[in-house]
C-alpha cells in the first residue's frame, strides 16, 4: 500500500460494474477532503465494491438460518445483523451484512464472492420456498459516514425521517423512504468503521442523489480515506484481511458475527469446538501492529519474533489520528499481547513493530 495520501492527479480507473450512469464524472469534480469529513464530518463512500442479493419467499429466514452463523430467524423487519457463511470447516465462503425489510431479505456481499455466494445459497434450496435474486445493477448503494452524517442524509430525505430519527436508529437498522421522486432504503451503518448510513436507490436515480449530498455538506471520500478509516477502527475486510482460509474467531469478528444460542449451521460443530472446549483459543488472530518510522508496510510483508517468522501484515496505512504506520496482521497466539515487541520485513529491511490494542481509534 502506498504510505503517501493520493493526490489528484492519478489515473483514473476502470468503471467496475456496479457503477451507475454519471458516477465518475461527477466524482472527479468534487475537491476530496474525504479523511476529515470521515472524522468530523459527512462523507460520501463508493460502495461499488458490495453486490446485493435479494432473498425472496416465505421459507427464506429459516433457510438462512441453517447457513449462516447469526442469529437471522430473530430479524424483525426493519433490523439486521451481520454474519458469516461457512464451509463444513468452519471456513469462511464470505462476511455478509443481512438486513429484514419484512417482504424480501437483502444481503450486501462483497463483489468478487457475489456468484459464488449465489450458487451456494441456490445449491441448498429443496422444498423451501426460497427464491434468491443479484440486484446488483437495479440498486446504486451510496455510503454517507461520519459524526454529522445523519443531517446530510435527513435534508436529501422527502420521507418524515429527521436527522434526530436517523441518530436513534442501531446499526444495521433500515427504514423504507424516499428521496426526491425515488424510493429508497436507509441503513444504519458502521461498515466504513465509523457511524453513517447506507442508501439503496434505483441506479438512474443515484446520480441526483448524489449531487443533492454534495449540496448538503457531504465531502466524497475516495477508497484510500476509506481505507485509513477502516485500518484505524481494527475493521477486517473479506479478500484483504479475511479469506477462504481464515475462521471467524482469528479475525475477531465474532464478538458481531456469531450467534452462540442459535441452533445449527453449516460450520457450527468446529466454532463451538474452538470456543467451549478450546476456549476461544486459535493458533493465530488478527492483530494492531504500530510500525516505527515513517513508512507503512504492505500487504503480505512477513512478521518475526527474531528469526522466528510469525505471521504476515494484511493491512497497513500511515494514520493521521495515530501519527504513525499502523498495520493489521495475523500472528501467532503466543505474540499477541499488547506491548509485544516484533519485526516486520518490508522490501528486505526490518521495521520494528508493537502489538496494540485495536481499535487503534475509537469512535467517539
Not at 314 to 336: E, K, M, N
Request: contains cysteine; glycine residues 10%.
Amino acid at each position: 500500500m502506498d504510505t503517501e495520501r493520493p493526490n489528484t492527479d492519478r489515473p483514473r480507473r476502470c468503471r467496475t460494474r456496479n457503477e451507475w450512469p454519471g458516477q465518475m464524472e461527477h466524482l472527479e469534480r468534487i475537491a476530496a477532503k474525504g479523511y476529515d469529513a470521515l472524522r468530523a464530518g459527512a462523507a460520501v463512500v463508493d460502495r461499488n465494491g458490495v453486490a446485493r442479493l435479494m432473498l425472496t419467499g416465505k421459507d427464506r429466514l429459516a433457510y438462512l438460518q441453517g447457513l449462516l452463523t447469526n442469529d437471522v430467524a430473530a430479524l424483525q423487519a426493519g433490523t439486521g445483523c451481520y454474519a458469516a457463511l461457512l464451509t463444513p470447516q468452519g471456513r469462511m465462503i464470505t462476511d455478509m451484512r443481512v438486513i429484514e425489510l419484512g417482504d424480501s431479505t437483502l444481503l450486501d456481499v462483497p463483489s468478487h464472492v457475489s456468484d459464488r455466494v449465489r450458487t451456494h445459497l441456490e445449491r441448498f434450496v429443496f422444498s423451501e420456498d426460497v427464491q434468491v435474486r443479484d440486484v446488483t445493477a437495479a440498486f446504486a448503494e451510496i455510503g454517507v459516514y461520519g459524526p454529522e452524517a445523519a443531517a446530510a442524509v435527513a435534508s436529501v430525505l422527502t420521507g418524515a425521517l429527521a436527522a434526530e430519527t436517523l441518530d436513534a436508529l442501531s446499526i444495521y437498522d433500515a427504514r423504507r423512504t424516499r428521496a426526491g421522486d425515488a424510493e429508497a432504503i436507509v441503513i444504519r451503518s458502521d461498515e466504513a468503521g465509523v457511524r453513517g448510513f447506507d442508501l439503496a436507490i434505483d441506479a438512474a436515480q443515484a446520480s441526483s442523489l448524489l449531487r443533492a449530498l454534495h449540496e448538503a455538506g457531504a465531502v466524497s471520500a475516495d477508497a484510500d480515506d476509506a481505507e485509513i478509516v477502516r485500518i484505524e477502527s481494527g475493521r477486517p475486510r473479506f479478500g484483504v484481511d479475511m479469506d477462504d482460509e481464515t475462521i471467524p474467531l482469528e479475525a475477531g469478528i465474532d464478538g458481531r458475527a456469531i450467534s452462540r444460542t442459535k441452533g445449527c449451521y453449516v460450520g457450527q460443530e468446529v466454532i463451538i469446538r474452538v470456543l467451549d472446549r478450546g476456549h476461544g483459543r486459535v493458533v493465530r488472530r488478527l492483530v494492531g501492529l504500530r510500525i516505527d518510522g515513517a513508512s507503512a508496510p504492505a500487504h503480505d510483508d512477513g512478521l518475526f519474533a527474531g528469526d522466528r517468522e510469525i505471521g504476515r501484515v494484511t493491512s497497513a496505512a500511515v494514520s493521521p489520528r495515530a501519527g504513525a504506520p499502523i498495520a493489521l496482521g495475523y500472528v501467532h497466539r503466543d505474540f499477541v499481547g499488547p506491548g509485544t515487541r516484533l519485526d516486520v520485513v518490508h522490501g528486505g529491511a526490518r521495521l520494528g513493530a508493537q502489538v496494540v490494542d485495536l481499535p487503534f481509534v475509537k469512535q467517539p
